[in-house]
């Protein structure tokens, strides 16, 4: 049971689960995985001990998470997940308790919108506004290339603003 | 999030900004640019104004709507509790059994006696062993199983302790010296390395308070061992 020489650089302190865990199963709740959520994140950290990145830890679980994510997330069970989604907000979650209920409605709605965008649009939104990554990490999770991260992010951004208004988008 | 959503609601209408300058505005939305053509054309373009504050209520509603959906607590249990006669017919049922097992084991009960500690040294390994609930590994490399937690394997880094775990210890000098050279060759500060295959191994070792996980390796750096030293690195190699 001696450690093989190229599993060493699993001693990589960046692989410490903990400080990691909580953001994962954070990120993972706001693409959408419900009950699946702890085996995601579980998943993401075997992966990522058998397979050490390159580069930074954190673009690398993050893009390992959202695989998973996007391999377990089966279009027909998206539709049911939605619905859960939507009936599982929690009230008390609010970050300002001065909130109008008008703009609780408004977050609700943009929630129920997020939840029915493509996955890579929604992972583009969630990427740059709740987890303030730059275009270049949130490509390396999703990827793909800067200008396309752009390209979903603004399509993202346009689909929630017309919801919101109460215009059909494009 | 506390100033007023403006333009969404003022308008009920989306406003593109100028078409060379709608993405910079949301971009601008998301975080402050350094663009002084865009801050220039906003200081005259109405229409740019308009489009920038919908695109930051946009990323305000966005954010609070991510909130509103925070993670689960880890693991929930699921239940299904049943009706009231269900439950209380499992209890009952839950009780005889224990009853009857109680009865049947009373009259040959014999204090169970736990599974030792299981040590597999590699070859010129040296781990001594102090009853069935202690070893201390010295120098080389040796896997460990082991079933409760008051049995702990002691390293020159400290202890490891786990309940119903494999792992493996490794103890060596940091530095590399190139084969052959070794009684030349000063030896650098003893590393343990931990490597843990099944379980969550706990330690007392400094800055690691969080157990480690199946697939992990730690490598602690020790200064000075004595122990370690004179065992294993002023052996001559065979």
């Known amino acids: 049971?001696?450690?093989?020489?190229?599993?060493?650089?699993?001693?990589?302190?960046?692989?410490?689960?903990?400080?990691?865990?909580?953001?994962?199963?954070?990120?993972?709740?706001?693409?959408?995985?419900?009950?699946?959520?702890?085996?995601?994140?579980?998943?993401?950290?075997?992966?990522?001990?058998?397979?050490?990145?390159?580069?930074?830890?954190?673009?690398?679980?993050?893009?390992?998470?959202?695989?998973?994510?996007?391999?377990?997330?089966?279009?027909?069970?998206?539709?049911?997940?939605?619905?859960?989604?939507?009936?599982?907000?929690?009230?008390?979650?609010?970050?300002?308790?001065?909130?109008?209920?008008?703009?609780?409605?408004?977050?609700?709605?943009?929630?129920?919108?997020?939840?029915?965008?493509?996955?890579?649009?929604?992972?583009?939104?969630?990427?740059?506004?709740?987890?303030?990554?730059?275009?270049?990490?949130?490509?390396?999770?999703?990827?793909?290339?800067?200008?396309t991260v752009r390209q979903h992010f603004y399509l993202g951004m346009k689909a929630v603003r017309a919801v919101i208004a109460g215009v059909p988008h494009d | 999030m506390t100033e007023p959503i403006r333009s969404i609601h003022a308008n009920h209408a989306n406003h593109d900004g100028c078409a060379e300058f709608d993405e910079q505005l949301m971009e601008l939305a998301v975080q402050p640019l350094a663009a002084p053509e865009l801050e220039a054309h906003l200081a005259i373009c109405e229409r740019c104004r308009r489009a920038h504050e919908q695109y930051r209520d946009t990323v305000r509603i966005v954010g609070a709507a991510l909130t509103l959906r925070p993670a689960p607590p880890a693991r929930p249990a699921a239940r299904n509790r049943g009706s009231f006669g269900r439950r209380a017919a499992t209890a009952l049922l839950t009780s005889l059994v224990a009853a009857a097992a109680i009865l049947w084991f009373w009259p040959s009960a014999e204090p169970a006696l736990r599974p030792s500690m299981s040590v597999h040294p590699e070859q010129g390994t040296t781990v001594q062993l102090f009853g069935p609930d202690r070893a201390v590994i010295e120098s080389g490399t040796s896997t460990f199983v082991i079933a409760h937690s008051d049995m702990v394997v002691e390293t020159?880094?400290?202890?490891?302790?786990?309940?119903?775990?494999?792992?493996?210890?490794?103890?060596?000098?940091?530095?590399?010296?190139?084969?052959?050279?070794?009684?030349?060759?000063?030896?650098?500060?003893?590393c343990v390395t931990l490597f843990v295959a099944a379980g969550l191994v706990g330690s007392d070792i400094r800055e690691q308070s969080a157990p480690l996980g199946p697939g992990q390796i730690l490598t602690w750096s020790v200064p000075s061992s004595p122990v370690a030293a004179l065992t294993h690195f002023e052996q001559p190699p065979e």
């Open chain 1, 1 to 147: 049971m001696k450690p093989e020489p190229a599993a060493r650089s699993g001693s990589d302190p960046r692989f410490d689960p903990g400080p990691w865990q909580a953001e994962l199963r954070a990120f993972l709740a706001r693409m959408g995985a419900c009950d699946d959520l702890d085996d995601l994140v579980q998943e993401t950290f075997l992966r990522a001990v058998r397979k050490p990145p390159e580069g930074p830890a954190r673009a690398y679980l993050y893009q390992v998470a959202l695989n998973l994510f996007r391999d377990r997330g089966r279009r027909l069970e998206r539709g049911v997940r939605v619905l859960e989604g939507a009936a599982r907000i929690d009230h008390r979650a609010s970050v300002d308790p001065a909130d109008t209920v008008e703009r609780r409605d408004l977050a609700e709605r943009a929630w129920r919108l997020i939840l029915t965008l493509p996955d890579h649009q929604r992972a583009a939104l969630i990427l740059r506004i709740d987890r303030q990554f730059t275009y270049r990490e949130a490509a390396r999770v999703l990827g793909c290339s800067e200008a």
């Open chain 2, 156 to 190: 020159p880094a400290g202890r490891l302790s786990c309940d119903d775990c494999e792992f493996t210890v490794e103890i060596s000098e940091c530095r590399n010296c190139p084969p052959g050279e070794r009684p030349a060759c000063e030896p650098g500060p003893v």
